[in-house]
């Protein structure tokens, strides 16, 4: 059993948003306030500085693919932010859930400024057996979701379709973490599972250590402060 330390990962916990019968208001909800935690929490504006926009180029497209992109926020603002930057920058967003993807398409029609995102409900195993090349692949509090199995596939799917760079941003565990997640949106986000599901991620997310036992070789940890792990790889070794 998982001690109040969180020193072991609570894999067996279950996040609600995740359950097919969740209750679809209360999903709806926690898909529309997704941007906010994610600006607080994710960071992917850091990420995007240090990681991704140095790769694009005004002149040459670059495509990316955001893999269980979920009510597709992430994906919508890294469009807005190569947009605002003059980069060329192509997105493909996909998630195996209609729920997610219903929600993302919406949500993009209200974003009129941006750069078209393309969303399918689909699987990166899928994309693989089509052939499909991206010159980035990223995810979102996508890992720690993940079964062992389904854990190592992602990895080999990215690393395939993947020409220069992949980066799974994921939260790191941690005691504090969950004391401040916990006190911090105690009093927010009403009628969605943002805090519940919140809680339970940081049970069932991995510290650094726990990532680089089970990575393969070439991948690598970077701590992104606070509370977050990037899994990366940089040239998968077929593309090169």
């Known amino acids: 059993m998982e001690s109040w330390f969180l020193s072991t990962r609570d894999a067996g916990a279950v996040e609600e948003m995740d359950k097919p019968g969740c209750d679809p208001v209360r999903l709806a909800r926690t898909y529309a306030q ?22 694009l180029s005004p002149m040459r497209e670059t495509t990316l693919l955001d893999v269980g992109c979920g009510g597709g926020d ?4 890294l469009a807005r932010w190569a947009a605002r930057d003059g980069l060329s920058l ?26 078209a995102v393309t969303f399918r409900r689909t699987h990166s195993t899928t994309l693989v ?5 991206f010159d980035v692949v990223i995810s979102n509090h996508l890992l720690h979701h993940l079964t062992p199995r389904e854990f190592q596939g992602l990895l080999n799917d990215s ?25 911090g949106t ?48 940089t040239a998968p070794k077929h593309h090169v």
Do not use: C, M
């Open 129 to 133: 057996a089509e052939g499909a090349v």
């Open 186 to 233: 105690l009093p927010f986000f009403p009628g969605s599972f943002i805090r519940t599901d919140g809680l339970t991620s940081i049970r069932r997310s991995y510290t650094a250590p726990e990532l680089r036992a089970v990575l393969p070789p070439q991948w690598r940890v970077a701590s992104a402060p606070p509370y977050r792990n990037l899994v990366l790889l």
């Open 159 to 183: 690393a395939v379709l993947a020409r220069r760079s992949v980066i799974h941003s994921d939260i790191a565990r941690s005691p504090l973490a969950y004391a401040l997640f916990s006190v």
């Open 74 to 77: 992430i994906a919508i603002s």
């Open 34 to 55: 997704f941007p906010l935690i994610n600006r607080v929490v994710s960071r992917w504006h850091g990420v995007y500085t240090r990681h991704i926009k140095p790769l």
């Open 90 to 115: 192509a997105i493909t967003a996909i998630d195996p859930d209609a729920r997610a993807i219903h929600f993302a398409q919406a949500s993009a029609l209200t974003h009129t400024n941006v750069p």
